[in-house]
């Protein structure tokens, strides 16, 4: 048995974990030739000696789980441990990538409160309080730290997500750069930087440091071999996959997709992505058709205030929420008479303006399904039409299905839920994965996307 397994074996043997044992466990692991398979190893043989875990084995369990990306199981069995800081700081861990802030941040600050490393925390409890959107309160933590955290990198990274989440992207793109500076390749402030120029458009910039992000430990072309063997975002390898696949590159996006499945078997997302990424390559693109289809959306986006119109009509069109030429394809004359104060001369008026783009009330509705036939999406409880005004900031979408629907200008589900396939995949690197994505997205809130004939 070489010296990393015996020292593997000695610390699973262990009764208590430490800070200072988490910290050596996962060096040996990575020091291992395959480092997931000795954890899962490790996990199950200490499973089998503790079938009911309690106290430190159920928090040494979570600790494994956690390593292991099975952050709901972690908790659970982290919750049957001894409540100490080990335990508290890993249920902190668990609830930030689970995106239940509120639980994560106590979490944190319970870890302090028992002992935890207070600077280590300040910079978990910052990232938390960033994501949850208490900007005010993450600059204060953050600068507990300040004066005493001038050459740590993983200080000048949070810094600057605090900087970005703020909107001071000058100021953010310096913290990770100082962040890389300090620390070669610098996972986390790689990857912010990286899906900050992903997120504005710089395709080329983003997989640059993508590409950085997710490197093993042999060095790349034209870049100097990394200090050490580390983890890898997952983030980093589902956007580059993302990015590739838009580029027409199939086969580097499944190899990143693939990365991640090899890990977490259970990645929803990634597995998605592969099935559609491999489907790509037979796909059939009618790009004359796009680009009709495209056309006719950005005509359809126009909006009504771009015309001259009378404040009678202007002020009616906005109480009806009827933003766009596309809203008014979708209503018709007797609807239109059917709202106060809007009366034939408005109508007139709105006529006049559509045949200028040779178009006409109700005409989505007749090139499409009749009104009675369209999807029920119902309107008419205050349920639903909560679920409706719902924002897509507060749903969850990949960068490039955020960035189309932007385009499109789809800001709730309701808008959304109004579109059809093919005005989406019409919409530039909107593709069958994007499109399979908001599908997902609308079923989890019993919706659905309005059908053509």
């Known amino acids: ?36 398979r000795a954890l899962r190893e490790s996990a199950l043989a200490l499973s089998a000696q503790n079938p009911d875990p309690s106290g430190a084995a159920a928090v040494k369990l979570g600790i494994l789980r956690y390593m292991l990306f099975r952050f709901a199981e972690a908790l659970e069995l982290l919750a049957k441990g001894t409540d100490n800081k080990e335990r508290r700081f890993y249920q902190g861990l668990c609830n930030k990538q689970l995106h239940n802030w509120a639980a994560a941040i106590e979490n944190f600050q319970r870890a302090e409160d028992r002992g935890w490393d207070a600077k280590q925390l300040c910079l978990q409890l910052a990232e938390a309080q960033c994501l949850a959107g208490d900007l005010a309160e993450a600059k204060r933590t953050i600068g507990r730290f300040a004066k005493s955290s001038q050459e740590d990198p993983d200080w000048y990274h949070i810094a600057g997500m605090v900087a970005e989440m703020s ?11 100082k962040a890389r500076q300090l620390q070669s390749g610098h996972p986390g402030a790689t990857f912010r930087l990286a899906y900050y120029y992903d997120l504005h458009g710089e395709e080329d910039k983003a997989m640059e440091l993508y590409r950085e992000c997710v490197a093993r430990s042999t060095p790349g072309e034209g870049r100097p ?28 996006a499944a190899r990143c997709l693939r990365r991640i499945l090899a890990v977490d078997p259970t ?28 056309l006719r959306n950005d005509l359809l986006a126009i909006p009504v205030t771009d015309f001259e119109l009378s404040v009678r009509a202007r002020n009616c069109l906005k109480k009806m929420n009827i933003r766009t030429l596309g809203d008014l394809l979708n209503v018709t004359e007797p609807e239109l008479l059917s709202y106060k104060n809007f009366g034939e001369t408005s109508l007139a008026e709105i006529k006049t303006m559509l045949a200028t783009k040779n178009l006409r009330l109700g005409q989505m509705l007749e090139e499409g399904m009749p009104k009675a036939m369209q999807p029920e999406i119902p309107t008419a409880s205050v349920g ?49 994965t994007s499109l399979n994505e908001v599908q997902q997205r609308l079923a989890e ?4 996307l309005r059908e053509t004939q």
């Not at 909107?167 to 750069?177: I, S």
């Not at 979408?397 to 960035?403: I, M, T």
């Open 225 to 252: 071999p990394l200090p050490e063997r580390r983890p890898v975002y997952s983030g980093a390898l589902l956007n580059l996959a993302v990015l590739y696949e838009d580029v027409g590159r199939y086969d580097d």
């Open 384 to 432: 639903n039409e909560g679920v409706l005004a719902t924002p897509l900031s507060q749903v969850e979408f990949s960068v490039r299905a955020r960035r189309a629907l932007e385009t499109l200008g789809v800001a709730t589900l309701g808008s959304l839920a109004a579109k059809t396939e093919p005005e989406l995949l019409a919409c530039r690197n909107f593709g069958q």
């Open 1 to 36: 048995m070489d010296n990393v397994s015996t020292e593997l074996e000695q610390m699973m043997a262990k009764e208590l974990w430490s800070a200072e044992d988490c910290s050596r466990l996962r060096q040996v692991l990575l020091s291992t030739s395959d480092p997931i």
């Open 445 to 448: 809130y019993g919706l659905r």
């Open 267 to 294: 990645h929803a997302r990634a597995r998605l992505f592969l099935k559609d990424a491999i489907a790509s390559k037979t796909m059939v693109f009618d790009e004359d058709e796009a680009k009709r289809i495209a």
């Open 167 to 177: 909107g001071d992207y000058d100021e953010a793109g310096d913290l990770y750069e």
